[in-house]
Each structure stands twice: as C-alpha cells, then as structure tokens.
C-alpha cells in the first residue's frame, strides 16, 4: 500500500509524476489548490499537448515546473458521467503505469467527483479507491511483481480544501484501505490455506489485546448450545467446524448490535456436489465473514457507545461417509426442525443457527452478510447486492448509506408467500425451494431465524464479494464489499440511537 499524502508545491525532491484527469470541455486544472506560478505554467503546457478530456485519452509530456519529472494526462469524457466503475478503472490504470514506469512518488490531481455517490461523500470515496488502486493479492507469488509498487502518492488539494481537511480526508482513506485489504486478504485466501480452525486462529491473533474478546466455540460448545446446523455442514470434512464470536461492550451502549458473516471456507457443494466448472471460486465463500472481521477491527479501534457483537460460523462443506445428506433433518438452535433437501444450501444453515444464537446478546439490530445464492449474482450482477430486512427503517437506512459508501444494495421482497417453497413433509421446513424463487426463498428461510424483536437486515453478496476476474477497475478476487457499509451503519448506528 502506498503512502498517501498532501500534495504540496514544490516538494524537496522533483515528483516522478503528475497524474491529471481531465474532462472534455472542462479547461485542465480547474478545481485545483495549486500554487500560481506552477498552475499557469503546467495549465499552459497541457493546453499545447492538445489535450481533449476523451474517455480513454492518455497524453504524456515533461514537466515546465520543478515539482514533477512529467505530466500524464488521462481523460474520463464527460465530467457528469464520471462514476465509481470509472474512477476505480481510471486510477488502477494510473497506479499500473507509474509501476511500469518505475515511478516511486507520483502526484495524482483528481478535480472530478463520481456522481453515482452522496455528493458529501464523493471526496472521501474517491480517495479511498484511490488508496486501493495498487491492490493485489500476492501472498502466494514466489516473486511478487516488484514493478508495480508505488512508494508515495501525493494527492493535489481542491480549491477550498483545506490542509486539515484534505488532511482528515486522506486518515479516512488509509483506514478504509487498510480495512478493505483486510478483508480481501482474508477472502482471497485458498481453502487449503484458510481453513475454519487456521480463520479463527488468525482472527484471534488479529485481536489480541484489543478491546474485542475473540472466544473460539468448537464442537463441544456447539453441542452444548445445540448449534447443530453449523455441526452438520461441518461434518463432511476433516477440518473442525466452529463458531467465532467476537464481542465489544462499551460502559454504556446506546445498542447492542450483532454482525453475522457467513464463513464457509470452502463450498463444494457437500454430497449435491457443484460442477467441477464453478466450483473453484467457491473458495470466496467466507467473504461475508471477512467484512464482518474487519468491521469489528474498527470497533476495536474506534471504540463507539454499543455492544457489537460479531458472530462467524465457520465450516468446510465436502462430500464424505460423516457428511450430512439429503433428507437428513437437523434440528436447529432455536428447536425449528430443517430437512436438508440440498446440501449445497449449507450457507442458510450456518447462518441461521448464528442468528438463532444472537437471541444471547439481545441485538436492537442484526445484519448478516452471505455470498448464499447464485440466484442472488444471476439477478443483481456484479454490480449491486441483495438486500432483505423485516423493518423498512432499517432497509432505507442501508440503502442509502450503500449510496455514501459506494457499496451499492437492491431491496428485494421479504414475503411470506415465500415460506410456502419451504415447506417440508417431514419438518418445519426444508432448506431449499428449488430453482424458482431461490433468491427470496433463502432470506425467507432466514427470516424464520430472527429472535424475536430484532430488527433484520440480509444481505446476500454472492454477486459482489468476489469477481472471477478483473472488472471496473476491481481486482480479480476478492472486493471487500461490505467493509464500508458496515464501518457507515456503526457509525450511524451511534450517532443516532
Ligand atoms: N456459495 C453458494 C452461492 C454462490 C454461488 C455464491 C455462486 C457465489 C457465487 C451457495 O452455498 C449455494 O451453493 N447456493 C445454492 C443454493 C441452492 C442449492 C438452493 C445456489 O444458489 O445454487
Ligand atoms: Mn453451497
Ligand atoms: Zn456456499
């Protein structure tokens, strides 16, 4: 990760490079804090470079002033269009050619703000992508691509920011970075890397003597609970399955809220066994527990006035003579009896019982986060994630923290009529409804899981957490989406209670 710091004219030593976006119409530099001298003379020099602002333009020359080696022009074409999707592609491209170039300190000058965000927040989100930029996974490169890797990235001010602005600006975006990775890291990592006991073990270790107690609840404290959905899933495999809870209080909560991240280290389906063509990604399948983590790494930091409460079941899902079938009926934490129609719907299993559990530390609000349904990515893309709740308060309060953040969410239905695909001949109700409604279905499945009282949000992030390759200047990988949202409804969550 690249340092990111406030620009400033004149630096002791000359920049590799100025990266400057520039729009069709918009004459360059406009919207910049630049020092006089040094506007005119680079503004001059960019005019007689011919530069237009086309989407896609890239123009190089040398730089008239001292500050800079040379001034990369790129275009985004019309500055309304400009969006997320195009500002992440935009500076990857940028942070990919200084690498190229070798170039270790560059100036990146961004006078344009996505419009497809809360424009309050345009700045702050604009920056922490532009933090994420360099963002790959490599822990398991022999040689990692030295090439690429920036040292400083010094962020040119806006006109009318000021130094401790910017300055508060560019804190946010290393946090949200560092967090981000966070989560990417842990969901990048192979199933035969991060298994459900190596997760628990790196996530303690990540929290020691932190204001969050990790407890690792393994198969006895799982029985003893008689949380034995997430015992179920878990039996196919060698590996041990186990429940992670991950608990903060401060002195006076105004609420207590509980996150649930679906942490299925690796999804083969179990014994309704994936094809071998998807089945590799499902190595992602612990994504939702990943955001979960990260965001309880800012309440360790951050410290807010709640009880927050992360719980992350954790199981490998294979095929074995101890795996569970079709037809087997578990009886889950809160006594509701389910038939396992398809074990490859292990993910509403494990978080079910999770929620079930929540009922011990009385949440005014529960947010569960799970990669759960093809049907969910068929549906949304990659572009938004599914979003249940049972309180319509709740429901708006996230979708528009989705538009802050630019971790985007879709409501979908929550109805009863739903529950009819569950039902079962042989008890409460079976964990799957087939092909048709399998999207709502799953949350109707959920829903039967909530404690009483509890306001629910679901969101089914299977299209969104992971991509099998590069897109709108994401990562192939893992994205860490859910990162920001959470860090934005605890911070919300605070302030308004
Ligand atoms: N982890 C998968 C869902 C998934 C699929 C996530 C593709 C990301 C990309 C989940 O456990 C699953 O297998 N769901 C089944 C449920 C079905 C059997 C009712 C699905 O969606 O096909
Ligand atoms: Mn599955
Ligand atoms: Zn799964």
């Not at 401790?164 to 035969?192: K, Q, T």
């Not at 107690?213 to 198969?219: A, I, L």
Request: proline share 5%; charged share 25%; hydrophobic share 45%.
């Amino acid at each position: 990760m690249a340092d990111l710091v406030q620009y400033r004219s004149t630096p002791d030593e000359g920049l590799d490079c100025l990266y400057l976006a520039t729009a069709e119409g918009v004459p360059p530099l406009d919207g910049l804090a630049l020092d006089k001298a040094e506007h005119k003379a680079i503004a001059k020099t960019v005019v007689e470079l011919g530069v237009h602002g086309h989407e896609g333009e890239v123009l190089v020359t040398a730089s008239p002033v001292k500050g800079f080696r040379r001034i990369a022009c790129f275009g985004i074409g019309k500055a309304d269009g400009f969006a997320v999707n195009a500002l992440r592609k935009l500076l990857r491209r940028v942070l990919e050619q200084a690498g190229k170039n070798r170039e270790y300190q560059i100036a990146v000058a961004l006078p344009f703000a996505p419009r497809d965000v809360d424009p309050a927040q345009a700045r702050a989100v604009a920056l922490a992508e532009l933090a994420l930029a360099d963002y790959r996974f490599d822990r398991f490169r022999s040689r990692p691509d030295e090439a690429t890797k920036v040292d400083g990235v010094h962020v040119v001010p806006l006109a009318g920011e000021s130094e401790a602005e910017l300055d508060a600006l560019l804190g946010r975006a290393e946090r949200v970075d560092e967090l981000v990775r966070l989560a990417r890291d842990l969901g990048n990592r192979p199933g035969n890397d991060l298994t459900p006991e190596r997760f628990a073990a790196d996530v303690a270790e990540l929290f020691a003597k932190s204001a969050v107690r990790v407890t690792v609840m393994g198969r006895k404290e799982l029985e003893k609970d008689g949380l034995r959905g997430i015992l179920a899933v878990g039996s196919g495999s060698v590996q041990e399955p186990c429940l992670l809870r991950l608990e903060y209080r401060a002195k006076k909560p105004r609420a207590a809220v509980v996150l649930i991240g679906k942490g299925v280290t690796f999804d083969s389906g179990g014994i309704s066994i994936k094809p071998a063509a998807e089945m590799a990604e499902m190595k992602h399948d612990m994504a939702g527990a990943a955001a979960v983590v990260a965001a309880m790494r800012a309440v360790a930091e951050d410290q807010p006035p709640l009880k927050v409460v992360g719980l992350v079941p954790l199981v490998e899902n294979l095929p074995s003579g101890t795996a569970v079938k079709p037809g087997d009926i578990l009886q889950m934490a809160n006594g509701l009896t389910v038939e396992v129609d398809n074990t490859d719907a292990e993910g509403r299993i494990i978080v079910a019982d999770a929620m079930a559990y929540a009922a011990h530390f009385n949440p005014d609000i529960m947010v569960d986060l799970a990669t759960l349904t093809g049907a969910c990515r068929i549906a949304l893309g990659n572009e938004l994630a599914g979003l249940f709740a049972n309180d319509d308060a709740l429901a708006a309060q996230i979708e528009n923290l989705g538009r802050r953040t630019g971790d985007r969410v879709w409501r979908l239905p929550l109805l009863p009529e739903y529950r009819e695909h569950l039902r079962s001949e042989w008890a409460d109700m079976k964990n799957s409804g087939g092909r048709v409604g399998s999207l709502p279905s799953s949350a109707a499945f959920l829903e039967r899981f909530v404690p009483e009282g509890v306001r629910w949000a679901h969101l089914d992030i299977a299209g969104v957490a992971h991509l099998p390759r590069g897109h709108n200047g994401l990562p192939a990988g893992a994205t860490g989406f859910g990162v920001r949202l959470l860090l934005a409804l605890l911070e919300d969550v605070a302030e308004k209670v």
